[in-house]
């Protein structure tokens, strides 16, 4: 992993407060509904092709322009609205994203589907800026690898329950009651923010007669940076391939449109096994878990790619994908909220979000290209190649930042 972890001495939060599940519990499940409706298009890719009259990687890319939109406007947005409650945004943000799922339920085109999505981006993309920072306002440092394992158990089970049962509604029901579905679920989630969700004090106190250092002068502003490129890389080359996943399986592997459903269902499920893992590994072996968790990704992907025609290794293989996966992006937040400074904070979890849907609408993207281009077949093996890449940086920027450290104390 990268980054020095910096002080979070001047945090607000009281070591002696108990901790707060029943908030953490409410994050996560608001997490659950966003990820579920940005990633509800993987699973209904074929129907929703079929519908609108457009390709599979025009359909693919949906995807793509939904991350694409958070990436420019998470930023400008997290800074415009850095003065608000950020317990209120959240509840205004999820009520935008059920409204744009309604809005992509009755699209009558494509065009206005992708006008859709890009609402529901720009929400989303708040709402990221907003919540990968909240956690760490509740708890403090010492217990942010269990905070954020609760609250990354959102995103787990998005691919546990919610773009698998999405998926088995569009199959039975059109993919356009799939989205109606999910836009009623986040509107409730909302309500449930509104009655569990404790609020928090987000704002920076400087002492009298205090300096005020601009961030760009930050001394963990190269550490967030280099951190987001390693969460850049992942994300892609997951996405190249996950964002897929639905047609590989039917086209390339020996799997029926009716399993789609119940793949994802096993890949999500032992997500959960992943996160688990990551609740202790961020806390007690943070690069060690890791490294064990990419090479865990590259071995399942490899033998997906090389035994397809398997039923057998390519389910194994999946729910090992799956468990390995499931606790990298956890990791990767828990390292995120250390490295950064407290004033840091929302601009580092502004920052980590637009990395992470770089690398998802980039990883769509260059997959669906490279479907057109070379075929489905390609995808895993550009998986690999990335996440290597990404556990390359790491490993050496650590190495770096170790012999710095060395010859720092022995000067």
């Known amino acids: 992993m990268i980054g020095t972890p910096v002080s979070t001495s001047s945090s607000p939060v009281k070591t002696t407060a108990p901790f707060p599940y029943i908030g953490l519990f409410s994050l996560a499940g608001a997490i659950f509904v966003s990820v579920t409706s940005e990633f509800l298009p993987t699973g209904l890719l074929n129907a929703m092709a079929e519908d609108l009259d457009v390709g599979i990687s025009t359909a693919g890319y949906l995807v793509t322009i939904f991350a694409g939109t958070v990436v420019v406007a998470t930023t400008p947005l997290a800074a415009l609205t850095q ?118 004090d987000h704002h920076v106190q400087h002492e009298a007669g205090e300096e005020r250092v601009p961030l760009r002068r930050d001394a963990s502003l190269k550490a967030v940076i280099l951190l987001c490129v390693v969460i850049l890389i992942v994300l892609t080359g997951q996405n190249v391939f996950y964002t897929y996943i639905a047609p590989w399986l039917t086209e390339v592997s020996s799997f029926e449109q009716g399993d789609v459903a119940l793949v994802l269902f096993l890949y999500g499920g032992a997500g959960i096994i992943g996160l688990v893992a990551a609740g202790y590994a961020a806390d007690r072996f943070p690069r060690k878990g890791f490294v064990g968790a990419v090479l865990l990704v590259m071995g399942a992907v490899l033998t997906l790619a090389i035994l397809a025609d398997s039923t057998a290794m390519v389910l194994v293989a999946v729910i090992v994908w799956g468990a390995a996966f499931g606790g990298i992006p956890a990791m990767l937040q828990t390292r995120m909220l250390r490295t950064a400074s407290f004033r840091m904070r929302d601009v580092a979890a502004a920052l980590q979000t637009t990395a992470f849907n770089i690398g998802i609408g980039g990883g769509a993207l260059v997959g669906g290209l490279l479907v057109d281009g070379a075929g489905l077949e390609i995808l895993p093996f550009v998986l690999i190649v990335m996440v290597a890449a990404s556990l390359a940086l790491s490993l050496t920027t650590d190495t770096v930042k170790d012999r710095r450290e060395k010859h720092r104390l022995h000067a």
């Open 83 to 200: 003065r608000f409650s950020r317990k209120s945004l959240i509840v205004v943000v999820l009520l935008v994203i059920a409204v744009a799922n309604v809005l992509a339920a009755v699209a009558p085109t494509y065009g206005v589907l992708v006008a859709a999505r890009i609402l529901g981006g720009l929400a989303h993309g708040l709402f990221w800026a907003v919540v990968a920072a909240y956690s760490a306002h509740l708890v403090p440092a010492h217990q942010l690898g269990k905070a954020v394992a609760i609250t990354a158990g959102g995103g787990t089970a998005a691919f546990v329950l919610g773009v698998p049962v999405g998926t088995a509604i569009g199959s039975a029901f059109g993919w356009r009651t799939a989205f109606v579905i999910i836009g009623a679920v986040v509107a409730l989630l909302a309500l449930v923010i509104v009655k569990f969700l404790p609020p928090v």
